[in-house]
């Protein structure tokens, strides 16, 4: 049998049944009209966490909780380390095929941070707004990295954006993606990433910056590593 915690105007009696689990109900009084979404939560963790000994474990920094690690489909597969190993190659590529490159991202293509693969591997590539990773006001890149890599996904390799780019010629009229990444410093100074884009001049391989305070809002779409 369960126990009964009993809710008063003054703190009430609390028996113990012999599995620890609890449940909440109120006598005498209102309480239970007044909060019952937060009394029910009560019960909730005080049973998922194992009663009363599985809560002062909790306190005691004994027992952590995480977050499920969730199941994300797969957006795209692409190709990496095919044979393009420089800037220039990449650019010559890019170019050749009819895609644009922004300035920015010309920029940062040229840094030595940007690497390319020597074998050819291929990676599952997930699309996912700021706001279905839990930020309805939008939130700093960091944010967003570190609660993606907490549910289950890994930031890009710099090399995936112009693979994608490349590998992406059917991308629909009006979108535009960010590639979350180990961002690379540009010329100036300022963090960058890539992203790609279909308007109205073309297809582009493009440059955002991603300054210190710098807020990507809930719509803004990602794209990360699916962890295998």
């Known amino acids: 049998m369960g126990c009964t915690l009993n809710v008063r105007r003054k703190a009430g009696p609390l028996t113990r049944g012999k599995r620890g689990a609890v449940r909440l109900t109120a006598e005498g ?8 979404k937060t009394l029910g939560r ?6 998922k966490l194992g009663g009363e000994e599985g809560v002062d ?13 969730r199941v994300w489909k797969t957006w795209k597969t692409i190709k990496l ?13 890019l170019r050749a095929s009819g895609f644009w490159i922004g300035d920015w991202a010309n920029d940062i293509l040229g840094k030595p941070a940007f690497t390319a693969a020597t074998k050819e591997s291929e990676l599952e590539l997930v699309k996912v707004s700021v706001e279905e990773l839990g930020f ?6 960091q944010e967003i990295c570190q609660r993606a890599q907490e549910l289950g996904l890994e930031l890009c390799p710099n090399e995936v954006d112009p693979q994608l ?3 992406y010629p059917d991308q629909p009229y009006g979108e ?14 300022f963090l960058g990433v890539f992203g790609v884009e279909h308007d109205g001049s073309g297809q582009w ?9 710098g807020v990507w809002s809930a719509g803004v779409r990602g794209l990360f590593v699916r962890r295998k």
């Open 176 to 189: 535009w993606l960010i590639v979350a990444m180990e961002p690379i410093i540009d010329s100036v100074g």
């Open 205 to 213: 391989l493009y440059g955002h910056c991603d300054g210190p305070e």
């Open 81 to 93: 380390g095919t044979g393009l190993k420089t800037a220039n190659d990449f650019r010559k590529a």
């Open 57 to 69: 474990r909790f306190l005691r920094g004994e027992l952590t909780v995480s977050a499920p690690t």
């Open 165 to 167: 780019r490349r590998q």
């Open 136 to 141: 309805k006001n939008g939130a700093t890149r």
């Open 42 to 47: 009560i019960e909730a963790v005080w049973n």
């Open 29 to 36: 009084d209102n309480t239970m009209a007044k909060y019952p």
